[in-house]
């Protein structure tokens, strides 16, 4: 299985980390397969002192694929569930500095946290009008709209096929709002589409 994500896809959230982004093409990264799931806690990592949530939509596909035309990416995920590409932001920024890659702040173990996948039928059908949400505390702290996207998720899809085969039970994750921020031991996350909780964990 691999994850697959895209960062800065959404204007409002690249203000809030004082970054443009003006590209034709969308910026991929990959996260280790790692992932937590089940509603497993997460256990802070001894290699950071801020860590943050990152609130998404994820989509799970669901047939081989390679080059596949935009106007067919549909046909390749019918699941979706809500996910959190946990960051480690102070190495972020460090790493950033030295202009080296990114997979020791996005890809270490348990830093693709992702709820339970629903089809999509049942969170109303289009990807591209899907309402979502995280909680921290009982206090929403991110809220995301799918037509906000910079690159919506069939575009996503079609351009990443381009590089790499996708396989059956391939996670993407397709970018976070504004509202980002750090975790701490206690705190309890929820992740909702629309009114449906689809993710529920605490960090430990």
Known sequence: MKILAVGMNYADHNKE??????SPEPAIFMKADSVLKDGKPFY?????NEVHHEAEIVIKIN??????DERFAARYYDEVTVGIDFTAR????ELRAKGLPWELCKAFDNAAAVGRFVPL???GGDIGRLTFRLDQNGRTVQQGHTADMLF???????FVSRFFTLR???LIYTGTPAGVGPVAIGDHLEGFIGDKRLLDFYIR
């Open 63 to 68: 047939r081989l694929g390679k080059n596949i």
């Open 44 to 48: 802070l990592p001894d290699f950071s």
């Open 17 to 22: 980390l004082h970054h443009s982004f003006d």
């Open 168 to 170: 059956m039970g391939d």
């Open 121 to 123: 039928s049942e969170v």
């Open 152 to 158: 919506p998720v069939d575009r996503i899809v079609a």
């Open 90 to 93: 102070d190495r972020q920024r």
